[in-house]
């Protein structure tokens, strides 16, 4: 009996898993950035809305903050902060890495979370008449935030019983995402009702629990890399917890109202903010995702374009100055400039790169000097014992193994000098096992 054929839908996975990550974290910061100038309005409005009730004795630094705008720049400044920190660490994950699944969810994470727990897309729906698009997407990086506790760091749910939490937390994002008006929404996760914020509480407190559980199976790499980032996750949850918490205890009315309507969030900020740059320091020191590329360039070329910056603009002025009372104002000043910030572009990247690695990356600067000195003994040096030991030193300072073993095989003639030594040793090196 012939066997009735199979329908095959040709689907690039890879591909199409990429292109979603991508579609995913365009919208989330496009419709952030969007919404900055709505955002400052609001903040702005809120001001006005305070200024008349500010208390003669509410104090010079109260008063300060609401007037001259101090309140809606701070304000925005923070959350601005707070993106693009995460923003950083998101990229620091993904980076080289877009055929990861583990490494773009965890990128989509540190995108949607802080998306979504800032007020600045709020300020776009009341703006923009967005309405439910607004909720689905928050919603979105609420789950996000939720599925980071329940799969940090390896992205598999561990214990199995997280899978039951990660589906539920799925239906009742789903649900507030489609109607964000709604009471139970958590649009604003600052301005829910009792009820509502202990649902949240109980989400952000399994998780954690979750990862004590996780945590004691890892092993002792994994617990350094992971137990920095906890730890300012679990700050930031406290500090969440205090701050809501507050509001339900302070007067409806009076100085204490004022100040707490003005501090209390970004009082949350200055506590969460410190989850970013706590995962980009376990990334950096202790390989988790091997984030050091990233820190590398960013050390590197942050300032290197600060000085070439520096040197153009300066150029620029000097020469001006010595131009104008010979051709007044001419574009020579312009074009030297420019040759001179593209003439000093290759030295200052190298003393730059020298510089970083020194402070920075010391054990790989220190390998690569070890290799170079290496270099220069075997093409100077004929002793076989001499050149020998040097090896063995050279493969302990850069790999650091527990045990070297040095096998050179035995040839029918002797070598008469370095380079035939050097022959030997990298064909040796071909044939050998290596160290162990």
Do not use: C
Request: aromatic share 12%; hydrophobic share 50%.
């Amino acid at each position: 009996m012939a066997e009735s054929p199979r329908i095959r839908f040709l689907v690039d996975r890879p591909r199409v898993e990429k292109g979603a990550w991508l579609a995913f974290i365009a919208v989330m910061l496009g419709l952030f950035v969007i919404s900055i100038p709505a955002r400052y309005e609001q903040l702005t409005d809120t001001v006005r809305t305070l200024l008349p009730s500010l208390p003669p004795d509410g104090g010079p630094f109260l008063t300060w903050f609401v007037a001259d705008g101090a309140y809606a720049r701070v304000v925005l400044a923070l959350e601005i902060l707070f993106v693009a920190a995460f923003s950083f660490t998101s990229t620091g994950i993904a980076w080289g890495k877009t055929n990861d699944r583990r490494a773009m969810f965890f990128s989509a994470v540190f995108i949607g979370y802080p998306v979504w727990v800032t007020p600045t897309l709020d300020a776009l729906d009341a703006g923009g008449g967005l309405g439910g698009a607004i909720g689905v997407i928050q919603a979105a990086g609420l789950q996000l935030a939720i599925m980071f506790f329940l799969l940090f760091p390896d992205a598999r749910f561990v214990p199995r019983w997280t899978r039951f939490s990660a589906a539920g937390w799925a239906i009742y994002n789903l649900v507030w995402g489609l109607w964000p008006d709604a009471w139970f929404s958590l649009v604003d996760p600052f301005h829910v009702p009792v009820a509502i914020f202990a649902v949240l509480m109980t989400g952000w407190t399994t998780g954690l629990v979750a990862q004590a559980i996780r945590f004691r199976a890892l092993t002792q790499t994994e617990r350094h890399q992971t137990k920095l980032v906890l730890a300012a996750v679990a700050a930031a949850v406290a500090g969440y917890g205090a701050v809501y918490l507050t509001g339900t205890v302070v007067p409806d009315q009076g100085t204490a109202r004022l100040a707490y309507d003005l501090y209390a969030v970004p009082i949350f900020w200055v506590l969460a903010i410190p989850i970013a740059f706590a995962l980009a320091v376990s990334m950096f020191r202790h390989q988790l995702f091997d984030f050091n590329l990233i820190v590398k360039r960013t050390l590197v070329y942050g300032p290197l374009t600060a000085i070439l910056g520096l040197t153009y603009l300066g150029s620029v002025a000097v020469l001006q100055l010595l131009f104008h009372p010979v051709v007044g104002k001419s574009d020579w000043a312009v074009a030297g400039s420019t040759l001179a910030a593209a003439a000093l572009f290759r030295p200052a990247r190298a003393r730059i790169q020298g510089f970083i690695d020194r402070k920075f990356f010391r054990a790989r600067y220190d390998a690569t000097q070890a290799v170079g000195h290496l270099t220069s003994t075997l093409r100077d040096d004929v002793d076989l014992g001499t050149i020998s030991h040097r090896l063995v030193e050279v493969v302990r300072e850069t790999l650091q193994p527990s045990s070297v073993t040095l096998w050179l095989r035995p040839t029918h003639s002797p070598a008469r000098n370095g380079d035939e030594v050097l022959g030997a040793l990298r064909e040796t090196a071909s044939s050998s096992p290596g160290p162990t």
